[in-house]
């Protein structure tokens, strides 16, 4: 097979293949025995009807069809494996010359036309200074750490007026379109103003106390009428309020394992400079991209842009909205540019994923969505979305390592440490090259498995901590039982 590469643009490249009658041979023999397995000829056993007698039924042209078919795909991607292509889409193939049909003489000539990923003049990123905001933890913020753990804690207590935000309302529900019952609900606990339930609750709850009712119109969210405008009508139970614990020691030793609310309140405030850190390593990540991006030219393949777009437009049933799809066309160019970048960062720096790197990717994942870490995987694999999600773990470790060199300093001037956030480059040993992984080799059981076991670790982890802070929960409230 002879194959050469003519490179229609930055995005775009013609993959033209020439095949002799001697290579495709063993596809004309493949194509006889399918061929002959799929037809009846009387006197011959399925699957045992000999080329001549196939030629006569069926015809010449039909066999080099049918050769021709199944075999168009592996010799195009031994041209993309000799040429070392990137392809980023479909490929559109067409035929240009045909072996003859009479004795399959002549070569086979293909013109393949495929989306392939640009490449780009990396900028460079040792050095590039980075400036981020500070760590300040105030007061505040503190106390509101504190009353949120309170109302962790806190209990319903019944009150006699109106509800406000923050309430709890034991609730019943009717919604009705032309006066007519559609639905309803009834002994409903909703806490107001958290904005969970339907459009126009809050506000029509609003003041209203128990044993009154009001109504307002709202958009059904499900059932057969979703979509449809109705008339909701709400009655109020109870209201109740939160009543929280007081923050004195005695809180201390039941919510945590402080003897002390000063020793609690310095916890809380840890946890709150912690994630002012993980903003800093979030916060330098998106503007070392950014800088990076302004630096260099990133070619758009303008069809996978659009089918993109239009994918995205059709689940959202906004084909014909204008305005939106300029924003989502302006958002699938960045995100483009940005995975062509760290793509091409991870190249550079010798990147490479191992199965545990996946694993613990794919069960963060699987978590964002809500979903069994086992059934997010084999969503993931029946889609064929394995070898992307490699792809995405080599970005990330990419980016850790791009971070790794820049030098960070807050809106102070000062140093900001952000070792937890960055990475070196892999120094792949003999030993470890069997657990590296690339992204068109992933075998989707042994992810699976590897998914499964890291799950069932995880959950015997929390069940002995769950046990344990239990049982030191049940002491404290012992213990400040036995102070009164």
């Keep these: 097979m002879k194959s050469t590469v003519e490179q229609l643009s930055p995005t775009r490249a013609k993959v033209t ?23 009846n000829i009387p006197g011959f056993r399925k699957g045992k009807v000999p080329p001549a007698i196939i030629d006569q039924r069926v015809g010449k042209s039909a066999v080099l069809e ?41 070569d086979l000539e293909l013109a393949i036309e495929v989306d392939v990923r640009p490449e780009i003049d990396l900028p460079n990123y040792s050095g590039l ?40 309302v034991q609730i019943d529900l009717i919604a009705a379109i032309n006066s007519v019952e559609v639905d309803n ?17 809050d506000e029509a709850l609003d003041s209203l106390s128990a044993g009154e009712t009001t109504t307002f119109n709202s958009n059904l969210m499900g059932g057969d009428h979703e979509g449809e405008t109705a ?19 005695d809180f201390a030793q039941i919510a945590s394992e402080f003897d002390t609310i000063a020793e609690l309140t310095e916890s809380l405030k840890g946890q709150v400079e912690r994630s002012k850190v993980f903003g800093q390593g979030t ?12 630096s260099v030219e990133v070619p758009i393949p303008t069809a996978i842009i659009e089918d993109e777009v239009r994918r995205h437009l059709e689940g959202e049933n906004r084909l014909e909205d204008a305005e939106h799809r300029a924003e989502v066309t302006e958002a699938s160019e960045k995100t483009f540019r940005q995975q062509i970048l760290l793509d091409t960062i991870a190249e550079a720096e010798k990147v490479q994923v191992s199965q545990d790197e996946l694993t613990q990717y794919l069960i963060q994942g699987a978590a964002q969505y809500g979903m069994d870490p086992s059934e997010f995987v084999q969503a993931l694999s029946g889609n064929g979305q394995i070898p992307s999600m490699v792809a995405e773990v080599a970005r990330n470790k990419a980016l ?55 799950v069932e670790a995880i959950k015997a982890a929390k069940a002995t901590a769950a046990k344990a802070a239990k049982a030191k929960a049940t002491a404290a409230k012992k213990k400040a039982a036995a102070k009164k």
């Design 129 to 168: 200074k980075l400036t981020v905001d500070a760590v300040e933890v105030s007061d505040e913020e503190v106390t509101e750490e504190l009353d949120n753990l309170r109302s962790r804690f806190g209990t319903l207590v019944t009150v006699d007026r109106p509800a406000t935000t923050g309430d709890f």
């Design 283 to 294: 916060q330098a990540r998106e503007k070392l991209v950014e800088q990076l991006l302004e």
């Design 185 to 201: 609900a009834t002994g409903i606990s909703y806490e107001v103003g958290s904005g969970d339930l339907i459009d126009g609750i």
């Design 400 to 454: 850790a390592i791009a971070l790794g060199k820049a030098e960070v300093v807050d809106s102070n001037g000062n140093a900001v440490d952000l070792s937890e956030f960055v990475a070196v480059a892999d120094e792949v040993s003999g030993e470890d090259e069997e657990e590296e992984i690339e992204e068109d080799d992933s075998d989707a059981a042994e992810v699976e498995a590897e998914v499964d076991a890291e």
């Design 66 to 106: 049918h050769a021709v078919n199944e075999s168009l795909d592996g010799f195009y991607r031994s041209a993309v494996t000799e040429h070392k292509l990137r392809p980023l889409g479909r490929p559109e193939a067409d035929i240009v010359a045909w072996p003859s049909d009479k004795d399959f003489s002549g």
């Design 231 to 249: 008339e909701i009508t709400v009655t109020v139970g109870a209201v109740k309020e939160r009543e929280l614990p007081t923050a004195d020691d």
């Design 17 to 39: 293949i020439s095949v002799a009658p001697e290579e495709l041979k063993p596809s004309i023999t493949h194509a006889y025995g399918h061929i002959a397995e799929d037809i």
